[in-house]
């Protein structure tokens, strides 16, 4: 055979034991080729090494044993089942293998062949017996010992779809590691193997598969985990030194416009404002591009920290765009922004969506001559037709409702390689951050607002309406102002909406003495925003919402947040929604209300109850939904990983991080040849996503 049938990307249908059928199983898998057959790891690996003297072995245990075979029949029992017998012998004893209706196996293992059994034993009158066990004969065609696959050894177990049996799946991944596995190159660097004590690339992926023992299992799935961090980390690397490698716009001075911005809010900057607000100040005199993420709990006070970064920009001669996902949060931070404006000379303005063409035209306008500082908008801002006289810094805002693409689309809108600062409420732990944000610095505003009392939570069934209706009733009794909140998954879930819209009427007719209002996301802007307007000003005592209201939505005398079919949410959207109120003075409260029926549901929801702290709860919720449903279907940041888990194996992650970017950085002539190399994985593997097909 040539070099060439045996590369890795030799299609799988070709290799030996697949063919054009059961090629199509594979691809099912995601398995084309050799290659991805290779990296197709098991999911679990069984020790079935320990061969017992059959005297020794345990009824009711997996076991192991190995003998010839001296009887071998299969006799007819009722109607048409048939049960074939096989009985070994060793030096010590006899035990029989059964089969129902596989009347073959006497054929295949005739009296005098050597064969393995694992399977669990059972003692029938006397007689040690298996059920339909694994098997494997123990002597090849020439009578030599063989190299089993099945049994005599740790075996491994892959997830497999249907019509596909781990016996055959296991023969040709046996083929495969013992003729292509050469083929594979190692593309780790010397150093990096050894400072990190990882072993040989084709070791691994052997011994990942058939590992001939545990140790070397491990050693094989720590050296497998840390190429697929590594693998990542450096794209992440390789986007930051791009990054850092572009001149930044200058931001040399800060004084003018910005001191008396400050002075003149109704309240002082905490702590953790002014340290966060300080090391966006640090990155704008830097001269490189400024790639920071701030995360802070909700109400922490994140708007007015973008907002001062945004005045130093337009003090600085550029504008500054703030990107929110919400047309009713687009609206507040207009409202809130132009108020807190008032009087520097600065001007903001507001592009949505669904704007009528005129005074679209006229924000463009404003936005192309610069004559609009801060533009403040949804989606809309990275249309084509928008064009920044000048755009110095973007701000995205609740940077979890966006994809990596849309901040990539408005950092394109900038001149040069605009100051980058993203906002996320959503509190990443540091393991998914690492993941997620590898190159872009983090600030955290770890600290609240004074004088904000904690929340009261609580979680009713969903029978306990009696219960629900009297909490509301004392509360309104108070002159509170309270949200009850539906889920509505995705705006175009009608069902949901209904109920929405039928629960606002019955709260309407519960509560005759109080204000109802509804707010959805298929309402006119201008119906939404009467109605958001008459619950701010307390003309509303009771506002039924869809989620809609989830992300940013200040309104600091509401005091109480009901949420229905509460087990639906994630913890952290819960998070979100609790924290619309506890804004003011008063005492407030949220109600979790739960359908006992879930599995876990109820039970998850005591972890609110428990705990206020963002980042505790996001701990919770990644531990129990697992990054990929975590992140959410928005979330295109993170790469699928075959072996890694990056909540299991963080300290693997943060190693590889450590490697992936003292490599970069790296510039010495030695690792050259391996870098190319490298680079040029990555590009296949992270180009698109990534952004990074035009890095050298
Ligand atoms: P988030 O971090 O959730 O975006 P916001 O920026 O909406 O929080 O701020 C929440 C509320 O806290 C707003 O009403 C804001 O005016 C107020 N606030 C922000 N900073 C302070 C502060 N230092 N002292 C008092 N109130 C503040
Ligand atoms: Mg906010």
Same mark, same amino acid.
């Given at each position: 055979m040539t070099m060439e049938q045996f590369s890795l990307d030799r299609e799988i249908q070709y290799v030996k034991g697949v063919g054009p059928e059961r090629a199509k199983l594979f691809s099912k898998?995601? @398995?084309? =080729?050799? !290659?991805?057959?290779l990296y197709y790891f098991p999911r679990e690996w069984v020790d079935r090494s320990n061969i017992k003297p059959i005297i020794k072995v345990s009824p009711g245990a997996l076991e192991t044993v190995s003998g010839i075979v001296i009887s071998s029949a299969t006799r007819q029992v009722r109607g048409s089942l048939k049960i074939t017998s096989v009985t070994i012998k060793d030096k010590s004893g006899f035990i029989t293998g059964t089969w129902?209706?596989?009347?073959?196996?006497?054929?295949?293992?005739?009296?005098?062949?050597?064969? +393995?059994?694992?399977?669990?034993?059972?003692?029938?009158?006397?007689?040690?017996?298996?059920?339909?066990?694994?098997? %494997?004969?123990?002597?090849?065609? *020439?009578?030599? !010992?063989k190299d089993t696959i099945n049994v005599n050894r740790i075996v491994p177990i892959y997830p497999l779809t249907e019509r596909l049996s781990q016996k055959q799946f296991r023969k040709i991944m046996k083929y495969s590691v013992d003729n292509y596995l050469e083929h594979l190159n190692e593309y780790m660097p010397d150093e990096v193997k050894e400072r990190y004590g990882l072993i040989e690339l084709k070791t691994a992926v052997y011994n990942a598969h058939y590992p001939s023992d545990f140790k070397t299992l491990e050693e094989s799935k720590r050296r497998i985990i840390f190429d697929e961090f590594f693998f990542m980390q450096l794209a992440f690397a390789m986007?930051?030194?791009?990054?850092?490698?572009?001149?930044? @716009?200058?931001?040399?001075k800060d004084g003018k416009l910005l001191d008396p911005f400050i002075l003149s809010l109704p309240f002082t900057l905490t702590a953790a404002q002014k340290r966060v607000l300080g090391e966006i100040k640090a990155d704008f005199t830097s001269g490189k591009p400024m790639n920071r993420l701030v995360q802070g709990d909700v109400g922490s006070g994140k708007t007015i920290v973008a907002l001062a970064a945004a005045v130093i920009a337009v003090d600085n001669g550029c504008q500054a765009a703030i990107m929110v996902p919400t047309e009713i949060l687009a609206e507040q931070h207009m409202k809130n922004i132009s108020g807190m404006l008032n009087g520097t000379g600065i001007k903001a303005g507001l592009l949505l969506g669904g704007m009528k063409r005129k005074p679209r035209e006229e924000v463009l306008n404003g936005i192309k001559d610069g004559t609009i500082n801060i533009i403040i908008g949804t989606h809309a801002l990275i249309q084509d037709d928008v064009i920044f006289n000048?755009?110095?810094?973007? /701000?995205?805002?609740?940077?979890?409702?966006?994809?990596?693409?849309?901040? !990539?689309?408005?950092?394109?809108?900038?001149t040069g390689l605009p100051h980058s600062l993203i906002m996320t409420a959503t509190p990443i732990p540091r393991t998914l951050s690492l993941a997620v944000y590898g190159d872009t610095d983090i600030s955290v +505003?770890? %600290?609240?607002?004074?004088?904000?009392?904690?929340? #009261?939570?609580? /979680?009713? %069934?969903s029978w306990q309406t009696i219960k629900l209706y009297s909490f509301i009733?004392?509360?309104?009794?108070?002159?509170?102002?309270?949200y009850m909140v539906y889920p509505l998954v995705d705006e175009s879930e009608k069902l949901d909406l209904k109920s929405a819209i039928e629960m606002e009427k019955h709260i309407a007719l519960r509560f005759k003495d109080f204000k109802t209002a509804i707010v959805h996301g298929q309402m006119k802007k201008e119906e939404r925003d009467t109605a958001m307007a008459a619950f701010k000003n307390k003309e509303i005592d009771i506002l039924v919402a869809t989620t809609v209201i989830e992300v940013g939505i200040d309104i600091p005398d509401a005091s109480v947040m009901v949420i229905e079919h509460a087990e639906r949410f994630g913890l952290s959207q819960l998070h979100q929604l609790r924290g619309r109120v506890g804004r003011g003075s008063k005492q407030s409260y949220c109600v979790l209300v739960g359908d006992p029926q879930t599995e876990g549901g109820i039970k998850r929801l005591g972890i609110m109850v428990e705990t206020q702290d963002g980042f505790k709860i996001a701990e919770a919720d990644l531990e129990i939904r697992g990054p990929g449903e975590f992140m959410g279907t928005r979330q295109h940041g993170l790469p699928e990983f075959k072996m890694a888990n990056i909540i299991r194996d963080r300290q693997l992650l943060e190693?590889?991080? %450590?490697? !992936?970017?003292?490599?970069?950085? *790296?510039?010495?002539?030695?690792?050259? =040849? #391996?870098?190319?190399?490298?680079?040029?994985? +990555?590009?296949?593997?992270?180009?698109?996503?990534? *952004?990074? @097909?035009? @890095?050298?």
């Open positions: 898998l995601g @398995i084309t =080729n050799v !290659a991805s057959l129902f209706n596989q009347p073959f196996m006497e054929k295949l293992l005739k009296k005098g062949v050597s064969v +393995i059994f694992y399977g669990k034993v059972e003692s029938y009158r006397g007689m040690l017996q298996i059920g339909n066990p694994e098997y %494997e004969l123990a002597e090849d065609d *020439d009578g030599e !010992a986007r930051r030194k791009r990054v850092k490698d572009e001149p930044g @716009i200058l931001f040399a000048k755009l110095g810094l973007a /701000v995205i805002d609740e940077q979890h409702r966006f994809g990596v693409m849309q901040r !990539a689309q408005l950092m394109r809108k900038g +505003i770890d %600290e609240l607002p004074p004088g904000r009392k904690p929340i #009261k939570t609580m /979680v009713f %069934e009733g004392e509360r309104l009794g108070e002159k509170s102002q309270i190693l590889a991080k %450590e490697a !992936a970017f003292s490599f970069i950085s *790296d510039n010495c002539d030695s690792n050259h =040849n #391996k870098k190319e190399q490298l680079v040029h994985i +990555i590009k296949q593997k992270y180009g698109p996503s990534f *952004d990074l @097909i035009n @890095i050298g």
